[in-house]
C-alpha cells in the first residue's frame, strides 16, 4: 500500500490551528434569537404550573414555552439505528419538555430572547409549582420493594431491563460450576475470590458545548445546525420528536470541538427546532452551559459489579459470576444495551474452564441520565475483570502477568453468543512487548517487600473489544466521489469527522484505492442530510471498519468508471471541444498501449488494460505512463461527442465484526500519607489490525489513555443522595486530570492485516480509554498490598484504606 499506512498531516490541521476551521457557533446569523432550557428545582415530582409574569417582563424576551405547550409526542434520544422491529426500537421515554421531573434540573420550559442575558434572566425568573416525591437517586433505593416507578407509563418497576448471559454450556450457573469445582479439587486445591467492585458516574468534558442554532427555511423545512456525531439520527429524531415527516428536517453538522459518545445521543436539537417553528421559524441558538452539560446532557453509567471468581492453585480459572447494576439516571437514553455490553465483554475475557454467568440490570433513577461513553461499558467490564483477575493472582501468588497469559481466550476465539471471532489475534504479543517495555520482571522482584510512606508498584490489564455494532445491530454507510474538471476528486462521506482525524483516512482511503494521489483528494468535512451521503455516525469504533469499506467500494467503483473514460478516447478520434487540446496526446498514448500489450489496430483496448497511479493513466503494472487523469477529466466534461459527469456511489452493509485488543502496563508510585500516586511510566499495546495512519493512531491513543487516568484517579460526578441534586457540576470541583498531571504516555502496536477489515484495520477509537485505570488499580496494590475496588482511587479514598490496614 502507498497512502495507507502513511504518517501523513491531518487533512484538517491547518483549519484547526489557525483558526479557520468553522464550528457550529461561528456559523450562526448576525440576528440569531437565543434560547435556555428552564430546569427543575426537585428531582422527582410533577410540574402543576408555572407563573411567567416576572419572566415576561424582561426586555428581549420573545417567547416562553412550557411543558404545557409541546406536542404530546414521546421520543428516544440514543444514536442507535432504527430498528424495523418495535421490539428492538429505542425507548421512547421522554418530550421536548417534561411535565412529569425525574431529575434534579429537568426541562421544563424554554425562554427565547434577543440576546442571551434577556434569556438567562428571563428563566431564572421562571417560577414553577410541583407536587413533589420522594428522590430515588441509587439503585440500591430504586430496587426497593415498593419503589414508585419513575416511568409508570412503560414500567411497573424501575429496572429498563434485566438480562442473564453465559459462557460455556447455555444452563450453566456459577453455583454448579463451583459445586463441580469442589468435587474435582477439594477446598484445599481452589481459592475463590468474592468481591463488589464500583465504577464512578463520569461527564465527557469536550472542549465545544453542545450547541446548535435552527430555523425554518423558504420551503418550510425545519433546519438544523449542531455539533453532533451523528447528523442522520438527529434527523431522524427531530421528526419523530415534532410528529413531521424527516423530508421535513435538514440537520448539518460543521467541524465538531469533541464528543466522546455525549452528542452520540440527540440531545436539544429537536426543542432547538420546535423553539425557531414557535418564533415564525426565526433562528434560534441553544449552547448549553458547562454545568447543564455535565449533569444535564448524558453520562458514563455508574455500575456496581458483585464479582465472584475460583481459581485453582496452579492458576487455572475456572468460572467467574458477575452481578452488574446500571445506574441509567432519568431517562433510558442508551438503554440497556451498556451494561448488556458490559456484561458481555466481562464473560468474553478469559478461558474459564466450566463457565461464567453474567446478570446486569439497568435501572431508572432520579439521576443524571447515563448514555454512550467512549467504551460503551467495557471500561466499566474491565475494571470488574481486571480487578478481580489481578485479585486472583494475588491469592494464589502467581505472578499477575503469567496468570493472564495461561487464562486469556485463545487465537481464533469465538463468541457463541454473536460471532464475533478473533480473526488475526496479537494479545499475547501485546502482553510480551508491554512487558518488556516496562521492564516487568525486574521491578516486580525490585519493588518486593518495601517499607517505608513511598512505595513503587506495577500493574497491568488486557481487553478486547469489538468492532461496529454488527450483528447486534444495524451496520450501513454509505460514500460518494465525484471527479472534478481538473481531475482531483470530491469525496463525501456520512461518517462524521469528531476529532478523531476520520476525514484524513477516508482520505489516504481514497488516494489509496482510486489512484488519485492525496493532494487532489478534497474531503467534504461538513455533513448535510440534504446532500450528504448516509451514515449513522461516529460511534462504536466503527468508521474506519464500516464506513471504510463503504469508501473503498466506492472508490474501485470510481476508478473504474474513469479507466472505461479512459478506454473509450485510447479507441477513438476524440472529435469533440478537447481535440485540439488533447487529440495528440491520446493518439499517442493508444500508440504506446498497443505496442506494449502487443495490440493490433483492430483490437479494443478495455478499460481492465488501464490502471491509476499517481494520478496518472498507465498500463496495468505501471508503465508507460499514458496522461493525467485531468485529460480524461476535462474531456468527460466538455466532450461534444460523449459528455460524462463521473461520479461512484455506494453504500456498504457491514455483515461482520472483529475483536480488537490489547494491554496497558503502568510504573506507579503511592506517597500513603498524601494518598497520591504518581504515574512514573506507562504504555498502551494495542492490536488494531494495519493502522491507516500510525501518526493519528498514536493521538487516538494518548487521548484515551489520559481518559482513563482521570476514571482511574480522580474523575466523579456527585449527587446528594437525598435531595438528587448535583454537587460538583463544574470543572472547578469535577476533577478531570490537566496537563500537570498526565504523564508521559508511551504507545505501542502490534499490526497484524485482519481479513475482515477494508485495510486489515479494525477498532482503534475506544480502546484506549479501556485498561489504564484497572493497571493503575493493580499497580497500586503491587506496590502496598490494598486492593482498591471503586474508582476513582482519589486522595480520601486511598489514605481512608490505608488506615484501615495500618500502613499510615
Not at 469527522?497 to 489509496?512: H, L, N, P, R, Y
Not at 491513543?701 to 443522595?721: A, K
Amino acid at each position: 500500500m502507498k497512502v495507507v499506512g502513511q504518517e501523513i498531516n491531518r487533512v484538517d490541521a491547518l483549519g484547526k490551528v489557525t483558526g479557520e476551521a468553522k464550528y457550529t457557533a461561528d456559523l450562526e446569523p448576525r440576528d440569531i434569537l437565543h434560547g435556555k432550557v428552564v430546569h427543575s428545582t426537585i428531582a422527582n415530582g410533577l410540574v402543576k404550573s408555572f407563573d411567567l409574569s416576572e419572566a415576561l417582563k424582561v426586555p428581549g424576551v420573545v417567547k416562553i414555552i412550557t411543558c404545557f405547550d409541546v406536542p404530546d409526542i414521546q421520543f428516544p434520544t440514543a444514536g442507535h439505528p432504527w430498528s424495523v422491529e418495535v421490539k428492538h426500537q429505542d425507548i421512547r421515554d421522554r418530550k421536548l419538555l417534561n411535565q412529569r421531573v425525574r431529575l434534579y434540573g429537568d426541562d421544563i420550559a424554554a425562554v427565547v430572547a434577543e440576546n442571551e442575558v434577556a434569556a438567562a434572566q428571563a428563566a431564572r425568573l421562571v417560577k414553577a409549582e410541583y407536587e413533589e416525591y420522594e428522590p430515588i437517586v441509587t439503585v440500591e433505593a430504586a430496587l426497593k420493594p415498593g419503589a414508585a416507578p419513575l416511568h409508570p407509563d412503560i414500567r411497573s418497576d424501575n429496572v429498563i431491563v434485566h438480562s442473564h448471559m453465559t459462557m460455556g454450556p447455555s444452563d450453566f450457573t456459577y453455583e454448579e460450576g463451583r459445586k463441580k469445582a469442589l468435587e474435582e479439587y477439594g477446598e484445599e486445591g481452589l481459592v475463590e475470590i468474592d468481591e463488589t467492585y464500583d465504577t464512578p458516574r463520569i461527564s465527557h468534558c469536550h472542549i465545544e458545548l453542545p450547541v446548535s442554532w435552527a430555523y425554518v427555511d423558504t420551503n418550510g423545512k425545519a433546519t438544523i445546525v449542531s455539533s453532533t456525531q451523528l447528523p442522520h439520527i438527529v434527523r431522524r429524531v427531530t421528526a419523530q420528536a415534532l410528529g413531521i415527516p424527516v423530508g421535513k428536517v435538514r440537520v448539518i453538522k460543521p467541524y465538531i470541538g469533541g464528543g466522546f459518545g455525549n452528542k452520540q445521543d440527540v440531545l436539544y436539537e429537536p426543542l432547538n427546532a420546535f423553539l425557531s417553528i414557535c418564533v415564525g421559524g426565526r433562528a434560534v441558538r441553544m449552547e448549553i452551559s458547562r454545568e447543564e452539560t455535565i449533569s444535564g446532557t448524558r453520562t458514563r453509567h455508574a455500575i456496581e459489579g458483585k464479582c465472584r471468581g475460583i481459581v485453582t492453585r496452579d492458576g487455572r480459572i475456572l468460572a467467574r459470576q458477575l452481578e452488574a447494576f446500571a445506574n441509567n439516571g432519568a431517562y433510558a437514553s442508551h438503554g440497556h444495551a451498556i451494561c448488556a455490553n458490559c456484561g458481555n465483554v466481562f464473560k468474553d475475557l478469559y478461558r474459564d474452564r466450566l463457565g461464567a454467568e453474567v446478570d446486569c440490570w439497568t435501572v431508572y433513577t432520579s439521576s443524571p441520565t447515563a448514555g454512550a461513553m467512549r467504551g460503551y461499558g467495557i471500561p466499566q467490564a474491565d475494571w470488574f475483570a481486571e480487578c478481580l483477575t489481578e485479585d486472583m493472582a494475588v491469592a494464589i501468588d502467581m505472578d499477575p502477568c503469567e496468570f493472564r497469559l495461561k487464562n486469556c481466550v485463545d487465537d481464533g476465539f469465538v463468541d457463541p453468543a454473536n460471532g464475533i471471532s478473533f480473526h488475526t489475534y496479537g494479545l499475547k504479543e501485546c502482553i510480551k512487548k508491554g512487558r518488556e517495555y516496562i521492564r516487568w520482571d525486574e521491578k516486580r522482584e525490585a519493588y518486593k517487600n518495601q517499607t517505608g510512606p513511598v512505595r513503587r508498584g506495577v500493574g497491568m490489564a488486557v481487553f478486547i473489544y469489538k468492532t461496529g455494532v454488527y450483528p447486534i445491530s444495524l451496520e450501513t454507510a454509505s460514500s460518494r466521489i465525484t471527479l472534478n474538471q481538473d481531475g482531483s476528486i470530491q469525496l463525501s462521506m456520512g461518517a462524521t469527522e469528531i476529532g478523531q482525524g476520520a476525514d484524513t483516512v477516508f482520505s489516504q482511503m481514497a488516494a489509496e484505492t482510486t489512484g488519485i494521489s492525496l493532494d487532489r483528494v478534497y474531503i467534504n468535512s461538513t455533513q448535510d442530510t440534504d446532500v450528504t451521503p448516509f451514515d449513522t455516525g461516529a460511534y462504536a469504533s466503527r468508521q474506519t471498519y464500516v464506513s471504510g469499506m463503504a469508501c473503498k467500494k466506492c472508490a474501485r467503483e470510481f476508478r473504474h468508471k474513469v479507466l472505461e473514460y479512459a478506454a473509450y478516447m485510447l479507441n477513438h478520434d476524440v472529435t469533440d471541444l478537447s481535440k485540439t487540446v488533447y487529440s495528440d496526446v491520446v493518439k499517442e498514448a493508444a500508440g504506446k498501449v498497443r505496442h506494449v500489450l502487443g495490440l493490433t489496430e483492430q483490437d479494443e483496448i478495455t478499460w481492465d488494460m488501464l490502471d491509476i497511479a499517481d494520478s496518472q493513466i498507465v498500463v496495468t503494472g505501471g508503465d508507460p505512463v499514458l496522461f493525467d487523469v485531468a485529460v480524461v477529466a476535462d474531456t468527460a466534461f466538455y466532450s461534444l461527442d460523449r459528455s460524462v459527469h463521473i461520479t461512484a456511489e455506494t453504500t456498504n452493509q457491514c455483515r461482520d465484526n472483529t475483536f480488537a485488543s490489547g494491554c496497558c502496563f503502568v510504573d506507579v508510585e503511592v506517597d500513603m500519607p498524601l494518598g497520591l500516586v504518581t504515574v512514573k511510566d506507562i504504555v498502551n499495546v494495542h492490536d488494531s489490525g494495519i493502522l491507516i495512519n500510525p501518526k493519528t493512531a498514536a493521538g487516538q491513543v494518548h487521548g484515551g489513555m489520559s481518559m482513563s487516568l482521570g476514571f482511574g484517579l480522580s474523575e466523579e460526578l456527585l449527587v446528594d443522595e437525598k435531595t438528587g441534586k448535583p454537587l460538583n457540576n463544574n470543572l472547578l470541583d469535577y476533577k478531570i486530570p490537566t496537563a500537570m498531571d498526565a504523564p508521559d504516555l508511551h504507545v505501542e502496536f502490534i499490526q497484524l492485516d485482519d481479513p475482515t477489515g477494508p485495510y486489515g484495520n479494525k477498532a482503534l477509537g475506544e480502546p484506549p480509554a479501556i485498561p489504564v485505570a484497572p493497571a493503575i488499580r493493580n499497580a497500586i496494590l503491587h506496590a502496598t498490598g490494598v486492593s482498591m475496588n471503586t474508582a476513582p482511587m482519589t486522595a480520601q479514598r486511598l489514605i481512608g484504606k490505608f488506615k484501615e490496614k495500618g500502613l499510615i
